[in-house]
């Protein structure tokens, strides 16, 4: 089991670095979602040896929120994309201005 929870974090921090070293949205979308999915996953197995079924009602909230997320973002980048005709992040910053 511990195996598992090793390659759960590993995993995490894969993420982690793909969303702080890549500059695409793309790769950033990808990152989060990794990221939580690895969560999850942790919440998953530590509800299921704990045998506490509250761990798998917050993992199925998790990839519920993860998803409308990626949605989101992915509509923003739509439009973006349109607009500017690039998914890189540095071509987005003078947005606010």
């Known amino acids: 089991m511990k195996i598992i929870y090793i390659l759960s974090i590993l995993l ?38 704990l045998g506490n079924p509250d761990g798998e009602i917050y993992a199925i909230i998790i990839f519920g929120i993860s998803a409308a997320g990626v949605a989101i973002g992915l509509g923003i980048l739509i439009n973006l994309m ?16």
Do not use: A, P, V, W
């Open 82 to 97: 349109k607009e500017k005709g690039t998914q890189e992040i540095e071509e987005f910053k003078d947005l606010g201005k």
């Open 12 to 49: 995490f921090l894969n993420g982690i670095l793909i969303i702080l070293l890549k500059r695409s949205f793309i790769y950033i979308l990808i990152g989060i979602e990794l990221s939580l999915s690895s969560l999850s996953f942790i919440l998953f197995l530590t509800s299921r040896i």
